[in-house]
Structure formats: C-alpha cells, structure tokens
C-alpha cells in the first residue's frame, strides 16, 4: 500500500477505534449500573478499562473524547445527567484519566496498568470524597472514607490486572500500539 493511502486511512481507523472503545464504555456502564451501590457516587470503574487501554493508542485530544462519551454516555445511561452525582462523576473520572495518561507519558512502560489504575482510582475516589466534604456530608466524609478508599483500592488494581493481561494477548492491542507508533515517527 502506498504511503498516501495509508495516510488516508489512518483517521478513518482512528475514529472507528474511538467509537469501539466509547461504546465499550457505555456497554461496561450499563453493567456496572445493575451492581448495587452502598453510596449514590461510589462505583466499581468498569467503564474505565477502555480508558486505559485506550491509553497507548490515542493522542491526548482523542482520549479526551473518549473521556467525554464515557462520562456524558453514563450519566445518560444512569439518569444523572443533571445530578450532583454528575458532578461527582465529572470531576473523578476527569482528574483520574489526566493522572493516569500523564503517568503513562511520565513513566512509560516503567509503570504497569496496575500501578496506574490503582492511581486512577485514588485520584477518583479521593476528589469525590473532596467534593463530599464539601456539598453534602461534611466532617461525617471521614467515616466513610476508609471503606471508599479501600473498595477503590481494589478495583483500582483489579481493573489494572485484567488490563495488563489483556494488553499483553490481545493481538487487537498490539496491531493499534504499533499503528501509533508509525504515525508517530
């Protein structure tokens, strides 16, 4: 295939890649949604793993788009859309999609999906109990923090197990990081 065409194709692909990973998203949102939840706000984080494996595949803008479909997609599937719990969901999946895409940058393949979805979570679950504090339980968010942090722990780690071994098996994975990286040089 010539170089032109496959310069044609590649944006194509990249939009078709975000439309799988988004409506996996919104798919692992729907689940996650059945499982009952002690806290309004406090979820598993299912709807992260495409997220981080989209980590390796996706310019920052991308991923930002990912991010978006994964937290308006769910809040439209869950109905809390206009909801504090939005918010809550706004702030930590923004603020934990930049600390993981940024730990993977930083540290490369230093840091394995492990360590940077147990991050993820922490900086998820530690901004919505910020936010907590602040809107709704104020001093009482102390109580509920250790089992908060501790469910998010992990999942946090579970979700980076089962990343790290998809990552590792999947020859769909491996055909995008190695498309990622031709276009990169």
Do not use: H
């Not at 170089?3 to 439309?19: C, I, N, Y």
């Not at 390796?56 to 719990?85: E, H, N, W």
């Not at 901004?127 to 946090?156: C, D, H, R």
Request: proline share 4%; hydrophobic share 55%.
């Amino acid at each position: 295939m010539k170089e032109q065409e496959k310069r044609m194709l590649t944006p194509s692909r990249g939009r078709k890649d975000l439309a799988l990973l988004g409506a996996f998203c919104l798919f692992l949102s729907a689940v996650e949604y059945m499982i009952p939840k002690p806290l309004p706000f406090m979820r598993i984080g299912l709807a992260n793993l495409p997220l981080m494996i989209a980590l390796d595949i996706f310019p920052f803008s991308a991923f930002l788009v990912l991010v978006c479909i994964k937290v308006f997609g769910q809040a439209l599937i869950t109905g809390t859309l206009f909801s504090y719990i939005f918010l809550f969901s706004l702030t930590g999946t923004f603020l934990s999609a930049t600390v993981m895409y940024l730990l993977r940058r930083v540290f490369a393949r230093k840091i394995t999906f492990i360590g940077i979805g147990t991050a993820g979570a922490v900086v998820s679950n530690v901004s919505q109990l910020a936010l907590a504090f602040v809107f709704i339980f104020k001093e009482n968010v102390f109580y509920i923090a250790p089992p908060f942090l501790g469910a998010g722990l992990i999942t946090g780690i579970a979700l980076g197990v089962f990343c790290e071994a998809f990552t590792r098996r999947s020859q769909w994975f491996r055909m995008q990081t190695a498309q990622k990286e031709s276009r990169d040089k």
